[in-house]
């Protein structure tokens, strides 16, 4: 259920006043920031090291909620990355989403797991 606070303007607002709050403004420099963004998302990692594809989609109640807070603490730290260098992550990822369209036309590439680096090039689309 959404909230009326359930914005991400909202929550990058709320997480400015928090650091300000604090006057922790001085250490969150974008270098800082996503250092600390990388290093949750290793914590993160470290909840699915050595599960199966299938124990990975079926955690129990103690391990999604740790999953939770990890994604939590790195959504915080990309807002506030994001906020630090004056960047709306929205349009960011709206002109990604339609980079990625055009890079991976759906018809050529469904079902295929691949890297972009490893994608199929647009030529080999066009030849076949």
């Known amino acids: 259920m959404n909230h ?3 914005s991400l303007e909202d929550l990058r607002q709320r997480l400015a006043e928090f650091a300000r709050q604090r006057d922790w403004e001085q250490f969150h420099s974008p270098k800082n920031l996503s250092m600390a963004l990388i290093a949750e998302a290793a914590e993160l990692v470290e909840h699915f090291q050595w599960l199966t594809e299938s ?3 079926q955690l129990d109640a103690d391990q999604l909620a740790a999953v939770r807070l990890e ?3 790195i959504l915080i730290y990309l807002v506030r990355t994001a906020d630090r260098l004056d960047i709306d992550l929205i349009a ?3 002109d990604k989403i339609a980079i990625n369209e055009q890079r991976f036309p759906a018809a050529q590439v469904r079902g295929l797991a691949s890297r972009g680096s490893e994608a199929p090039s647009r030529q080999k689309f066009d030849e076949s």
């Open 55 to 57: 124990q990975s989609l």
């Open 71 to 73: 994604l939590a603490d």
């Open 4 to 6: 009326p606070s359930d």
């Open 92 to 94: 960011a990822a709206r």
